[in-house]
């Protein structure tokens, strides 16, 4: 099982990934374990330019990455200087990580270490299982080394080449993905300015690479049965032009262009395998109420597998009450679960921004106190029918950071292109945790 940024294979997850109740007010915590070039070394601004760093940019606010690399230091618990008896194994274990990225082998081509390769597998299984046993529940990625060009202070090319093997096989007994390092960096030997450590551009290639695998994994899991039916229903934040023909003949816009799609899109291209049947009940200007109304039609009679419902941004328009939001959401949540018990539902926040009609400070503040009403419901009703809550709004107010509220939602309600892209990352990582 190898990854790299050039040829990716399909990860297949040692974890049994469900669809659980959650409430996203964490970042996914992912550990970056290994040794000097994890670390950094030779990196001038290695807080900002080592991969783990370049990492956490690109993965982006959902995920918390933390650099737990230590100079000089081996895989091989014989080794001169082993990582489990390292300070920083210690701290990656109590940071009760969600995901681990292992890189290490280099240090332990030296002679005095390498003396004890018959330990390797052995010793890399227990490194996995330590992590593995937490209550975090990791997924765990093992990397292969990068090239040495082709060595220095009795690190060998000739040596990390000899650990490509037995990283497979470590790979096969313990169901973790490998990510493929020395792929990636193969023939790049002007990026190792002292032939051993990658430079920024190098740590670059090496943050893409894993970044690749992070993403490949949130939809290469087990939790969608072959011709599962994946409904998605609610405003026209969800409906965005679908077609309303009911023989399906305009497959152009038969999922209409919001986030429906690009989930769709993504899943098919990663899984066609499994045949998966997507339906939009998107309808603009619904209200929760509205969705009471046509429940029966379009989402009970569909009988989906998976359920995802996005509501709220007309109750806001149409000043309904908070109870009476409650009250009709919980109707068709409670008729749904009793139609199907093993149901797998999926909710969305409503969310508003500081755009167009709601720039106002004053009108925003009261946009945004009833949204939250409305997400608190929301969170309530997710912990009461056992379904996965996305925070849709907190995703969006991290956004704000990297760009103003106009560029994800130009008038504060309706998404842009990026901004559906934000919900369908939201909604492929929901359903891995």
Not at 24 to 34: D, K, L, N
Not at 53 to 74: P, S
Not at 295 to 304: H, R, S, T
């Amino acid at each position: 099982m190898t990854l790299s940024k050039f040829s990716l294979k399909k990860t297949f997850l040692s974890l049994c990934f469900l669809l659980v109740t959650t409430t996203y007010s964490e970042p996914i915590r992912v550990a970056c374990v290994g040794d000097s070039i994890t670390f950094g070394y030779g990196i001038k601004d290695r807080d900002k330019m080592s991969y783990p760093a370049q990492l956490g940019k690109r993965l982006g606010n959902q995920y918390e990455v933390r650099n737990f690399g230590v100079n000089g230091h081996t895989l091989l618990n014989k080794g001169n200087a082993p990582y489990i008896k390292s300070n920083a194994y210690r701290d990656a274990l109590a940071f009760e990580p969600q995901i681990v990225i292992i890189k290490l082998g280099t240090n332990d081509s030296k002679p005095m270490n390498w003396q004890y390769k018959s330990e390797f597998v052995t010793d890399y299984l227990a490194l996995i299982q330590s992590f593995q046993k937490l209550k975090s529940q990791p997924q765990v990625f093992i990397c292969k080394p990068v090239p040495v060009f082709p060595e220095r202070w009795g690190i060998t090319d000739t040596v990390v080449k000899e650990t490509l093997p037995l990283i497979e096989q470590v790979s096969q007994k313990s169901k973790a993905p490998i990510i493929d390092l020395y792929t990636a960096l193969t023939d790049k030997a002007e990026l190792f300015p002292d032939k051993v450590h990658p430079n920024e551009a190098g740590a670059t290639i090496m943050a893409e690479t894993i970044a690749t695998a992070i993403s490949a994994s949130s939809t290469n899991h087990t939790i969608l049965q072959k011709k599962a039916h994946l409904l998605f229903i609610g405003d026209s934040i969800t409906d965005m032009g679908r077609s309303r023909r009911p023989d399906g003949w305009d497959k152009n816009h038969l999922l209409g262009h919001s986030y429906v799609f690009n989930i769709a899109g993504k899943l098919n291209y990663e899984q066609p395998e499994l045949n998966l049947k997507f339906s939009n009940r998107g309808i603009s200007g619904n209200t929760v109420s509205d969705l009471r109304k046509r429940w029966q039609k379009d989402a009970l009679e569909l009988k989906p597998d998976v359920l995802t419902i996005l509501i709220g941004a007309n109750d806001l328009l149409k000043k309904q009450t908070v109870a009476k939001y409650e009250e009709d959401y919980r109707f068709i949540l409670a008729q749904s679960r009793q139609a199907n018990p093993k149901l797998k539902i999926v909710l969305f926040d409503p969310f508003v921004l500081p755009a167009r009609g709601y720039k106002d400070p004053q009108t925003y503040k009261v946009a945004r106190a009833k949204i939250d009403q409305f997400g608190a419901i929301v969170a309530k009703l997710a912990n009461e029918f056992d379904a996965t809550h996305i925070k849709t709004q907190q995703a969006f107010d991290a956004k704000l950071k990297d760009a103003p509220a106009e560029y994800w939602i130009w008038d504060g309600i309706h998404p842009l292109p990026q901004g559906h892209e934000v919900m369908a990352r939201l909604w492929l990582e929901a359903i891995n945790k």
